[in-house]
Protein backbone atom coordinates (compact mmCIF):
# COMPACT_ATOMS: atom_id res chain seq x y z
CA UNK A 1 0.00 0.00 0.00
CA UNK A 2 1.27 3.65 -0.59
CA UNK A 3 0.97 4.49 2.84
CA UNK A 4 3.35 1.54 3.97
CA UNK A 5 6.13 2.72 1.28
CA UNK A 6 5.57 6.43 2.47
CA UNK A 7 6.21 5.27 5.70
CA UNK A 8 9.85 3.23 4.70
CA UNK A 9 10.49 6.44 2.54
CA UNK A 10 10.70 8.64 5.71
CA UNK A 11 11.87 6.42 8.01
CA UNK A 12 15.81 6.92 7.68
CA UNK A 13 16.37 3.80 9.39
CA UNK A 14 14.84 1.81 6.91
CA UNK A 15 17.45 0.38 4.70
CA UNK A 16 15.41 -1.90 2.45
CA UNK A 17 11.68 -4.01 1.97
CA UNK A 18 11.04 -7.19 1.81
CA UNK A 19 7.75 -7.06 0.32
CA UNK A 20 5.45 -7.18 -1.01
CA UNK A 21 3.38 -10.80 -2.12
CA UNK A 22 0.95 -9.08 -3.99
CA UNK A 23 1.98 -8.23 -7.64
CA UNK A 24 -0.53 -4.97 -7.71
CA UNK A 25 0.47 -3.72 -4.39
CA UNK A 26 4.55 -3.64 -5.84
CA UNK A 27 3.58 -1.65 -8.50
CA UNK A 28 2.48 1.06 -6.29
CA UNK A 29 5.10 0.74 -4.30
CA UNK A 30 7.90 0.34 -6.34
CA UNK A 31 8.04 3.89 -7.40
CA UNK A 32 7.40 5.11 -4.09
CA UNK A 33 10.74 3.64 -2.57
CA UNK A 34 12.80 4.38 -5.97
CA UNK A 35 12.63 7.71 -5.34
CA UNK A 36 14.14 7.45 -2.10
CA UNK A 37 16.55 4.93 -3.22
CA UNK A 38 15.18 2.08 -1.23
CA UNK A 39 15.86 -1.66 -2.42
CA UNK A 40 12.51 -4.03 -2.20
CA UNK A 41 12.89 -7.82 -2.39
CA UNK A 42 9.99 -9.41 -3.35
CA UNK A 43 9.11 -13.22 -2.33
CA UNK A 44 5.71 -13.58 -4.16
CA UNK A 45 5.32 -11.04 -6.71
CA UNK A 46 5.24 -12.80 -10.58
CA UNK A 47 4.20 -9.98 -12.57
CA UNK A 48 5.67 -9.98 -15.64
CA UNK A 49 5.89 -5.81 -16.25
CA UNK A 50 7.22 -5.43 -12.81
CA UNK A 51 10.22 -5.92 -14.81
CA UNK A 52 9.96 -6.81 -18.03
CA UNK A 53 8.19 -5.18 -20.87
CA UNK A 54 4.96 -7.55 -22.49
CA UNK A 55 2.33 -6.59 -24.35
CA UNK A 56 0.13 -7.26 -21.47
CA UNK A 57 1.88 -3.93 -19.45
CA UNK A 58 0.34 -0.71 -18.97
CA UNK A 59 2.08 1.82 -20.85
CA UNK A 60 5.47 2.69 -20.34
CA UNK A 61 6.05 -0.63 -17.63
CA UNK A 62 8.35 -1.11 -16.00
CA UNK A 63 9.90 1.90 -17.31
CA UNK A 64 7.54 4.22 -15.50
CA UNK A 65 7.81 2.07 -12.01
CA UNK A 66 11.50 3.31 -11.70
CA UNK A 67 11.79 7.48 -11.78
CA UNK A 68 15.15 7.53 -10.78
CA UNK A 69 16.64 5.27 -13.78
CA UNK A 70 17.83 2.98 -11.24
CA UNK A 71 16.20 -0.25 -10.88
CA UNK A 72 16.06 -1.03 -6.95
CA UNK A 73 13.80 -3.87 -7.04
CA UNK A 74 13.94 -7.65 -7.45
CA UNK A 75 12.12 -10.40 -7.10
CA UNK A 76 13.13 -14.15 -6.29
CA UNK A 77 10.40 -16.07 -8.07
CA UNK A 78 9.82 -16.93 -11.82
CA UNK A 79 7.53 -14.33 -12.90
CA UNK A 80 3.77 -15.01 -15.04
CA UNK A 81 6.28 -15.78 -18.32
CA UNK A 82 8.16 -19.06 -17.05
CA UNK A 83 5.04 -19.84 -15.20
CA UNK A 84 3.08 -19.51 -18.19
CA UNK A 85 5.90 -22.02 -20.21
CA UNK A 86 5.87 -24.11 -17.49
CA UNK A 87 2.17 -25.07 -17.66
CA UNK A 88 2.44 -25.22 -21.24
CA UNK A 89 5.45 -27.88 -21.06
CA UNK A 90 3.72 -29.74 -18.18
CA UNK A 91 0.16 -29.72 -20.58
CA UNK A 92 2.47 -30.70 -23.50
CA UNK A 93 4.65 -33.54 -21.16
CA UNK A 94 0.92 -34.93 -20.02
CA UNK A 95 -0.01 -35.77 -24.06
CA UNK A 96 -2.37 -32.86 -24.35
CA UNK A 97 -2.26 -31.36 -27.87
CA UNK A 98 -5.70 -29.53 -27.84
CA UNK A 99 -5.47 -28.48 -24.13
CA UNK A 100 -8.29 -25.96 -22.75
CA UNK A 101 -6.82 -22.58 -20.89
CA UNK A 102 -9.34 -21.82 -17.85
CA UNK A 103 -8.23 -18.25 -15.47
CA UNK A 104 -10.32 -17.33 -12.28
CA UNK A 105 -11.91 -14.08 -13.78
CA UNK A 106 -11.14 -10.61 -12.19
CA UNK A 107 -7.78 -12.36 -10.78
CA UNK A 108 -4.50 -10.65 -12.59
CA UNK A 109 -2.14 -13.49 -11.59
CA UNK A 110 -4.85 -16.08 -13.31
CA UNK A 111 -5.22 -13.74 -16.15
CA UNK A 112 -1.01 -12.91 -16.92
CA UNK A 113 -0.08 -16.60 -16.21
CA UNK A 114 -3.25 -17.68 -18.87
CA UNK A 115 -1.93 -15.02 -21.17
CA UNK A 116 1.71 -16.37 -20.82
CA UNK A 117 0.66 -20.06 -21.16
CA UNK A 118 -1.23 -19.32 -24.57
CA UNK A 119 2.06 -17.62 -26.13
CA UNK A 120 4.25 -20.80 -24.77
CA UNK A 121 1.75 -23.51 -26.20
CA UNK A 122 1.26 -21.73 -29.86
CA UNK A 123 5.22 -21.66 -29.46
CA UNK A 124 4.67 -25.49 -28.58
CA UNK A 125 2.58 -26.18 -31.55
CA UNK A 126 -0.50 -26.97 -28.98
CA UNK A 127 -3.22 -25.81 -30.49
CA UNK A 128 -5.98 -24.90 -27.61
CA UNK A 129 -9.46 -26.02 -27.56
CA UNK A 130 -10.40 -23.00 -25.63
CA UNK A 131 -9.44 -19.95 -23.27
CA UNK A 132 -12.16 -18.96 -21.11
CA UNK A 133 -12.84 -17.62 -17.51
CA UNK A 134 -14.72 -19.48 -14.92
CA UNK A 135 -15.85 -17.29 -12.09
CA UNK A 136 -14.29 -18.62 -8.17
CA UNK A 137 -17.82 -18.00 -6.89
CA UNK A 138 -20.07 -19.68 -8.79
CA UNK A 139 -22.69 -22.06 -7.71
CA UNK A 140 -22.45 -24.66 -10.18
CA UNK A 141 -19.56 -25.50 -12.96
CA UNK A 142 -21.61 -27.68 -15.06
CA UNK A 143 -22.19 -25.16 -18.45
CA UNK A 144 -18.31 -24.44 -18.05
CA UNK A 145 -17.57 -28.18 -18.73
CA UNK A 146 -20.56 -28.62 -20.54
CA UNK A 147 -18.47 -26.16 -22.93
CA UNK A 148 -15.48 -27.54 -21.98
CA UNK A 149 -16.45 -31.25 -23.21
CA UNK A 150 -17.50 -29.80 -26.70
CA UNK A 151 -14.84 -27.96 -27.46
CA UNK A 152 -12.77 -31.37 -27.91
CA UNK A 153 -9.95 -30.96 -25.36
CA UNK A 154 -7.69 -33.09 -24.38
CA UNK A 155 -6.93 -31.35 -21.28
CA UNK A 156 -7.45 -28.75 -18.62
CA UNK A 157 -5.06 -26.04 -17.39
CA UNK A 158 -6.05 -24.23 -14.66
CA UNK A 159 -3.77 -21.18 -14.26
CA UNK A 160 -3.35 -18.70 -11.56
CA UNK A 161 -4.10 -18.66 -7.81
CA UNK A 162 -7.37 -20.50 -7.11
CA UNK A 163 -9.65 -19.13 -4.53
CA UNK A 164 -8.81 -19.27 -0.59
CA UNK A 165 -11.33 -20.84 1.62
CA UNK A 166 -11.49 -20.05 5.28
CA UNK A 167 -12.04 -23.17 6.86
CA UNK A 168 -15.34 -23.82 8.90
CA UNK A 169 -14.98 -23.96 12.97
Not at 31 to 37: A, F, G, Q, T, V
Not at 47 to 68: F, I, M, R
Request: glycine share 8%; hydrophobic share 35%; net charge negative.
Amino acid sequence: MPRHAHGYADDPDVLGVIGTYNSGCAAEEIPILNKSDLMMVSPGNTAVCLTQPSPLCESGQPDTLYPSGERTYVRVVPNDAFQGAALAEFAQDQGAKRPFVLYARDDPTSLGQAANLRAAAERLGLRLAGYESWDPEAKSYADLFKRVKSSGADGVVLAGLTPRRTALP
